[in-house]
Structures are given as structure tokens and as C-alpha cells.
């Protein structure tokens, strides 16, 4: 019997938060209060520090469109991988400067 909880949970993240319409306000619901995560070498802890690097970066994206390439579980189900990608305008993403130019990423989400 297929166990597909961890994927489910990891799209249904994906699908509220981040892709369009997004709503980083579902992380209220969605995130357990000890949440920690790195991006960028950077170490976001606890829901409400990582919702608003959440709000701040979609801010930095305009038209942002988030995709899910792939997502699967190790056969217990406690560890989930998600391949994504990204697309929108740059309006100061990463600290640059918002001259509207394309930004394209693809990256890797291990929960």
C-alpha cells in the first residue's frame, strides 16, 4: 500500500503558498511553530520569521510562477524531496536591482 502523506502535504504547500494566487498566510495553518529551513545559506526559525521572509521574497517577484517539477518519499514517508522551479520579473530579488529582467530558478526542496 502506497503511503503518500509527506507528498501530499509537500503539493498542498506548494499549492497555497506559493503557487498563484499565493497565499503566505496559509502558513499559519500549514507550518508547525518550530519550523527551521535554510535558503541561500541563510537559517529561517519558527513560523513567523519564515513567513515573513516568505511575504519579502514574493515581493521581490513580480508575476511570480511557481511550478512543481517532482515531488516523492522514501518508502516510510518521513522524508519528502521536491524539484520546483520558478519563474517572474526581478523587483529586487536577492538584494538586486529591480530592473524587471527575467528571473528563472530551479531548485530543491528536501522536508
Sequence with gaps: ????????AVENFWAR?????QDP???DELVIDDFV?????ETIRGRADF???VLKF???VEDLEFIPVETFQNEDG????????MTGRNRGFMGTE???????LIGTAVW
Design 1 to 8: 500500500m502506497s503511503h503518500r502523506h509527506g507528498v501530499h
Design 17 to 21: 503558498v506559493w503557487q498563484s494566487p
Design 25 to 27: 498566510h496559509a502558513i
Design 37 to 41: 529551513i535554510v535558503s541561500g545559506g
Design 51 to 53: 513567513k515573513e521572509w
Design 58 to 60: 514574493q515581493s521581490t
Design 78 to 85: 518521513p522524508r519528502v524531496a521536491s524539484l520546483w522551479e
Design 98 to 104: 529591480p530592473d524587471g529582467q527575467p528571473i528563472h
